[in-house]
């Protein structure tokens, strides 16, 4: 199975932390960067490739992840010289990939099994397989309904349910053919051109620990929790 993590990101929002480091190798506790946490996980998966998509300080990645073997698996690197976008990066790697692979994210802290869902995506027959988390959105306001300047309906500090993208995807080779590689692509448009081919991807519903790992609270918070979750998150690697 073959693997292709997002890595190429500056990870402003993550800012001072990302200043100097690209944001898949912060730390997570004392001994881990997020991206080897990854790549532990998706060995013991059963994943034996990885491409690495870098850019913003991809050196850095290069030097500490070198080619994979320390984790059982071969690592090779695909370089952006400009931002591509989320999946504007595999459209020059089609030629290396196979007819299924994973994307994900070299920023995402879960104990997803990445193998069932490029699992469920092959046997979907789906042009793409996304992970989704539910979410939970509370106003904190009371909400308006208006129609002409007349208030038609009102709710008092409504809670909004949501499925959410988890940054982790199955996906088809095929899937990327009608698109220009150097150009950018992104997963919102790759998604819509789906909805709009009435060729819609199909959602893998996960309901264990996700923590994107986007904001400085969100970091902060993966270093407290890491210690009594350490052996969730790395079991069989």
């Given amino acids: 199975m ?3 993590i997002l890595a190429g ?4 929002r993550l800012r001072p932390y990302t200043t100097a480091l690209p944001k898949p190798l912060v730390p997570i506790g004392d001994q881990h960067a997020i991206l080897e946490i990854v790549l532990r996980q998706l060995s013991a998966a059963g994943f ?3 491409t690495l998509a870098i850019g913003h300080l ?3 990645i290069r030097a500490y992840v070198g080619d994979g073997s320390q984790w059982g698996m071969t690592v090779d690197y695909a370089t952006e010289e400009s931002p591509l976008g989320t999946m504007g990066p595999l459209l020059g790697l089609r ?3 196979p007819e299924t692979f994973l994307v994900m994210n070299g920023d995402v802290l879960t104990d997803l099994d990445y193998a069932d869902v490029l699992r469920h995506h092959r046997d979907s ?3 793409l397989t996304i992970a989704t988390y539910a979410r939970k959105v509370h106003i904190d306001f009371g909400v308006l309904t208006t129609d002409a300047s ?3 309906a009102f709710t008092e500090k409504p809670s909004l349910d949501y499925q959410v993208s988890m940054g982790v995807y199955g996906l088809s080779r095929a ?3 009608d698109y220009t590689p150097g150009l950018p692509l992104g997963f919102d448009e790759l998604v819509l051109d789906l909805l709009k081919a009435h060729n819609p991807p199909h959602a893998y519903e996960f309901d264990g620990y996700w923590l994107d790992i986007g904001r400085p609270d969100d970091y902060d918070r993966a270093n407290a929790e890491f210690t009594t979750r350490k052996s969730l998150l790395l079991k069989g690697a």
């Fill in 150 to 152: 007349k208030v038609v």
């Fill in 58 to 60: 991809g050196e850095i």
């Fill in 175 to 177: 899937t990327l053919d």
């Fill in 48 to 50: 034996t490739r990885c």
């Fill in 95 to 97: 030629d290396r990939l």
């Fill in 2 to 4: 073959h693997a292709v």
């Fill in 9 to 12: 990101g500056k990870g402003v």
């Fill in 125 to 127: 027959g789906a042009p």
